[in-house]
């Protein structure tokens, strides 16, 4: 009898699934080590950062600001409720351009508050569980006039149109793209 030194199809998948495996950890671990890195110098500026964003969800009138809103300096994301760069906004904060995105307090002139997510229901499956889009209420903050520039609120992606594990589904969350795309097309004062 010949041995052969093929793997068979059980090792094949075996070793396929390890290295999917490594390789979504290591990516999630890039990912935490970014916002990580995004947020470290700004620590000091929490309490700030929280004091702006609790002018800016504490407004009734939402059309707020200058007619043509404007970003001051380099820009800040921060949890509304919180004031940090936690890992979504650190992530985000690492994919703004070096011209948008502050390395430093000294040079954050605007603060951009990200309120929680909110899902609405947008259909529903054929196993009726529900899709739901992803909204955020967004605040920007001029540091130097301390004055609330604009309050809107954003729409993620919609919920993929079929799904194949149990359960509800949603969009992607707007902090990812939307604020990404706002935020490098305001124009610097």
Known sequence: MKKTSRLSCESMAV???VVTFVGLCLLGGVQY?????????????????????AQ??????????????????KVLVVEADSGEVTA??????????PEVCAASPEEVGT????GEVQQRKVGAYDDRQPAYQL???????DLTTES???FETLSGGRPPPVKTEKGPKSG???VRQELISLLEALPVK
Not at 38 to 44: D, G, Q, R, V
Not at 88 to 97: C, E, K, Q, R
């Open 15 to 17: 070793i396929i699934l």
């Open 33 to 53: 080590y970014r916002s990580k890195r995004a947020a470290s110098p700004f620590e000091a500026m929490k309490e700030q950062a929280r004091a702006a964003c």
């Open 56 to 73: 800016c969800f504490s407004l009734s009138e939402r059309s707020l600001g200058a007619s043509t809103p404007c970003r001051r300096g």
């Open 88 to 97: 979504l906004t650190g992530l985000t904060m690492a994919d703004l351009s």
């Open 111 to 114: 603060i951009v508050c990200a």
């Open 135 to 141: 909204y955020r209420d967004i605040c920007i903050y």
């Open 148 to 150: 609330v520039i604009l």
């Open 172 to 174: 992607s969350d707007p």
